[in-house]
Every structure is written in C-alpha cells, then in structure tokens.
C-alpha cells in the first residue's frame, strides 16, 4: 500500500511563500511521475505541475515563474515551491504518484493541505 503525506499548507498573506511536501511510503523512482493538484472551493481539481522519475517538470501556466516542483529522491519526497502567492491560488493541494504497468495506469493520492492566501 503506497501512502502519500502532504505537509506544508497554511495562511499566508498575497505575495507571500509556501513550500508543500509530500512524503512518499516508498522509493519514489517506483513511480512513473507524481505531481501536485489542487481543488479551489467550488471547482474542479486542476494540475499545477509534474515531475517525471527521469526530472523531466512541467507547469500549469497560471503558475509558471512561481511555483516550482522538485524532487529529492533520498528523501523519497517531492515539494512544490510557491513564491509570490495570489487569493485565487487559494485551493486544497493534492499529491499525486502513478504507476504504469503496460497500458494501465495506477494512481496514489494523499490526504490534501490547505493553503489559503488571504489578508
């Protein structure tokens, strides 16, 4: 059983920066990528940026030159940086890991962690 530990959110003010974690219960080169989602209230869940087991990232454009994802494959973690924070970047963030095995694609996500940019 994969588990996936996000860590990292909270309140924060506009222009400000956080940085999210997601601890992985296993050696994470085991996955074919993870990435970072997020639920704003009332919307559907959006991807914000990837990073491949080979380092390969790539970001949502509402978030490019702010948000960085990165990996430290030691600590079988994946952060996403967020620098210069705006209230529409108000949202829950999800960790997400996905295995392929042939054509099939096995998904691993975790809990979620608010982060919430207000004054």
């Known amino acids: 059983q994969v588990q996936l530990v996000e860590s990292g959110g909270g309140l924060v003010q506009p222009g400000g920066s956080l940085r999210l974690s997601c601890a992985a219960s296993?050696?994470?080169?085991?996955?074919?990528?993870m990435g970072w989602y997020r639920q704003p209230p009332g919307k559907q869940r959006e991807l914000v940026a990837t990073?491949?087991?080979?380092?390969?990232?790539s970001h949502a454009d509402s978030v490019k030159e702010r948000f960085t994802i990165s990996r430290d494959n030691a600590k079988n973690t994946v952060y996403l940086q967020m620098n210069f924070l705006k209230p529409e970047d108000t949202a829950v963030y999800y960790c997400?890991?996905?295995?392929?095995?042939?054509?099939?694609?096995?998904?691993?996500w975790g809990q979620g962690t608010q982060v919430t940019v207000s004054s």
């Open positions: 997400n890991a996905y295995r392929k095995i042939g054509p099939a694609r096995y998904d691993y």
């Open positions: 296993r050696s994470i080169f085991s996955f074919y990528e």
């Open positions: 990073i491949t087991n080979g380092g390969s990232t």
